[in-house]
């Protein structure tokens, strides 16, 4: 009878003890979400945005090439000798067969003089010996001996003739010299470079396609170059020739183009930039290349809509307006022109998507949209300096 009364007290200190806990518990619970309620929101990013639209796009062919000249030499010589004179001025335009440089050829000379000298002898012996022959005083032998004598030495004379030319060295076309740095008095070695020259007015462009786009090449295609001497200037060629023969190391062909040069603004050794137009225009949804987040998992980029309509904790600005909400998804990239890349897959038209500043972003992000500074989106950019 004694151990009821203890037993009743102890259940009703255990439920004052659980009651007690129950109390403290839902009172720290109130406490939790009154600081969570009172947390400050995070602030809405700032970013830049455009809306994806259709653009015409004209498939090309680009690759770089080489400018070579139709006609170019160094002017060298074949024989040693000692410079007389300089007959040009670096720069100068020349004709063809023009003299360029006139070498020491004195004891040449002397020399032909003295085989011609004898040349003359045996001509004269020769007909002497003809009219002998005639009367029977001597016998044809001779004058067959006569005869390969005269040859021999007209030989020797053309020779000699020969090696003088060699002395008088001539610009074997026209076309415009460059700098020299021969003077008269200098003596020159056989294969020494004396100047150089070119024919400039019409130039070759010589570049690389790879084979799988050999089918779409043809002669006479038209194409246009550009170079970076000359920024946002196009110079129009054609197709003038197509290697016969894939390179095995690489699998590319040599294509070689032809285009005027009448102003004389491209030299020779420049390189240039070659774009030649294939096929028909094809339309592509468009987007600045600093849109697109690449990742090894796929690209990717964040689209901007405004918050669902059932949301209650949707940010909203000073005018009470939403702000709008960030969504990244993944896209298919295409061709690239310029400073835009096209989007096959993942977008459509219209759609409002994040240029820069992506990576403050993640699902969710309230974002606000100031476009007074907008990134690169030319499909033809030129190179500025500031």
């Known amino acids: 009878m004694a151990k009821r009364p203890t037993t009743k007290r102890m259940l009703i200190m255990v439920g004052l003890v659980i009651l007690l806990i129950a109390v403290l ?16 929101k995070p602030a809405a990013q700032v970013v830049t945005a455009v809306k ?24 060298t010589t074949e024989i040693a000798g000692l410079v007389r004179e300089v007959r040009f001025k670096s720069g100068d335009e020349v004709k063809a067969g023009q003299v360029l440089f006139e070498m020491n050829a004195d004891s040449d000379i002397a020399q032909l003089r003295a085989l011609q000298a004898n040349a003359d002898l045996a001509g004269t012996t020769l007909k002497r010996d003809k009219l002998q022959l005639s009367a029977q005083a001597i016998s044809q032998a001779q004058v067959d001996g006569d005869e390969a004598d005269l040859k021999a030495k007209q030989a020797l004379v053309s020779q000699q003739k020969a090696l ?8 074997p076309f026209a076309g415009k010299l460059g700098i020299t740095a021969i003077n008269p008095g200098q003596y020159l070695n056989p294969g020494d470079k004396l100047v150089t020259l070119q024919t400039i007015d019409t130039l070759y462009a010589d570049f690389f396609i790879p084979q799988k786009q050999l089918a779409s090449l043809s002669i006479g295609q038209k194409l246009n170059l550009t170079s970076d001497s000359y920024p946002g200037v196009g110079f129009a060629a054609k197709v003038t020739s197509i290697s016969p023969k894939i390179d095995a190391a690489t699998r590319n062909v040599q294509v070689q183009a032809t285009l005027p040069n009448a102003k004389r603004q491209l030299l020779p050794g420049m390189f240039a930039n070659v774009s030649l137009d294939q096929g028909e225009l094809k339309k592509y949804l468009t987007l600045p290349q600093t849109a697109i987040t690449y990742n090894p998992y796929g690209s990717t980029v964040f689209l901007l809509a405004p918050p669902p309509a ?16 960030a969504q990244q998804v993944f896209v298919t990239t295409g061709p690239t022109r310029g400073d835009q890349v096209a989007i096959l897959t993942g977008l459509k038209e219209g759609q409002t998507v994040v240029t820069s500043g992506q990576l403050k972003l993640k699902n969710g992000t309230p974002v606000v949209i100031d476009n007074k500074v907008q990134p690169a989106n030319s499909p033809n950019p030129t190179p500025q300096e500031h």
């Open 25 to 40: 518990a839902f009172g720290k619970f109130l406490q939790i979400k009154k600081l969570i309620a009172s947390a400050p």
């Open 310 to 325: 059932d949301s209650k904790d949707a940010m909203k600005d000073d005018k009470g307006q939403a702000y709008l909400v």
């Open 52 to 75: 994806a639209q259709t653009a015409e796009w004209q498939p090309q062919l680009t690759s770089v090439g080489t400018l070579a000249p139709v006609r170019g030499v160094d002017v």
């Open 164 to 171: 003088v030319d060699k002395k008088t060295i001539r610009a």
